[in-house]
């Protein structure tokens, strides 16, 4: 059975990430992250109300990825429930995320680049040490905000020998402009765009740092999910018309990175499953990235 761990899976690409995995993949055993029980509970039913037979290969985990506490005791309730030896866990999917830039740069960073790093501390003595796979559901916005940064910036948070410490010290960076606002943050959605920079960053510093382990970074693609949907509204338009996607066309990149064969690791990969730049744009379909 290869055990996975999936956060911010009560909903949204998370659960349609659980739903795909145990619907094509018999040999998977999902662990369902929610950070609440009732909403997580409520999403596991949804599951098995489609196939009562998953009972066997899903379970519920409470999980808020930005409680060093919450991150902990999870890790300590797989230990519990599944032992430590052999390793109990075969993925992690870094998947909970929040989309909206005016809760603040600070709050973003700390769900969407410190949750993963918080994870990942606690986790990866979980994983098998052979086999194991990390992805970090990231987004397009990460390379559209390096795209349009400086080339220190851009060099910083692609260079393949980055240190978290690095990364850490250039958020500490941000929080400051942010705080002095001494800077144009270019629109509601940079601030997420810098946590995912940062996160795509992390993904390449750990898979340095882990190098039995396949850990890398995806986007899901534009998809109608909770946090995309107010986009729509403040547009006036369908999700549909914005060219967003359903939740289960959002699960290819994360399916292949956890179940298919990439070369690799410590790379950004497009919702097309094609490996893709860190500092800009590549549409589905255009060539693969092969720096
Ligand atoms: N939708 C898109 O077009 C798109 C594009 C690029 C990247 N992404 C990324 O895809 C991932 C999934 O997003 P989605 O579109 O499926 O959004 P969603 O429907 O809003 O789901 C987000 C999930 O993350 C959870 N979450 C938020 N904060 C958390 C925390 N502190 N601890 C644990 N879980 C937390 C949410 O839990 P609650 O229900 O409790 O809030 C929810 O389960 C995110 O990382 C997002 O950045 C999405």
């Known amino acids: 059975m ?21 619907g094509s993949y018999d040999e998977t055993f999902l662990l369902l992250g ?18 009562p037979e998953w009972k066997d290969r899903l379970d519920l985990i409470q999980i808020d990825v930005e409680q060093d506490l919450s991150v902990n005791s999870a890790a300590e309730e797989v230990v519990t429930k599944f032992g430590k ?12 995320g929040i989309g909206d830039s005016m809760l603040g740069l600070n709050k973003v960073l700390q769900v969407n680049t410190f949750g993963p790093k918080r994870v990942c501390d606690a986790f990866l003595p979980l994983l098998n040490p052979s086999i194991g796979r990390v992805v970090n559901v990231t987004s397009a916005s990460g390379p559209l ?12 948070l692609t ?7 690095e990364i850490e010290k250039f958020m500490s960076e941000c929080l400051k402009l942010e705080s002095e606002r ?26 340095k740092k882990n190098p039995n382990l396949t850990i890398n970074a995806c986007t899901p693609g ?15 338009k369908t999700p549909a018309e914005m060219g967003m996607k ?29 490996r893709s730049p860190l500092d800009k744009y590549r549409s589905p379909g255009d060539p693969p990235y092969t720096g």
């Open 159 to 165: 260079n393949p020998e980055v240190s978290w410490t």
């Open 246 to 274: 359903s939740p289960e066309e959002g699960v290819s990149a994360s399916v292949f990175l956890l179940m298919g064969n990439p070369s690799g690791s410590g790379h950004y990969y497009g919702s097309d499953c094609v």
């Open 182 to 207: 001494t800077t144009d943050w270019g629109g509601d959605w940079s601030a997420y765009g810098i946590s995912k920079a940062c996160t795509n960053a992390y993904s390449i510093y750990l898979a």
């Open 222 to 236: 534009f998809i109608e999910t909770d946090l995309t949907r107010p986009m729509a509204e403040s547009n006036g």
């Open 34 to 51: 929610s950070r609440d029980s009732k909403k997580g509970q409520q999403a596991l039913n949804s599951l098995l109300d489609i196939q």
């Open 2 to 22: 290869k055990r996975i761990l999936i956060t911010g899976a009560n909903k949204g690409i998370g659960l349609a990430t659980v739903a795909k995995l145990l």
């Open 145 to 156: 905000y390096l795209a349009g940064s400086s080339n220190e910036t851009k060099k910083l």
């Open 85 to 96: 030896t052999p390793s109990p866990l075969y993925a992690i999917v870094n998947n909970a």
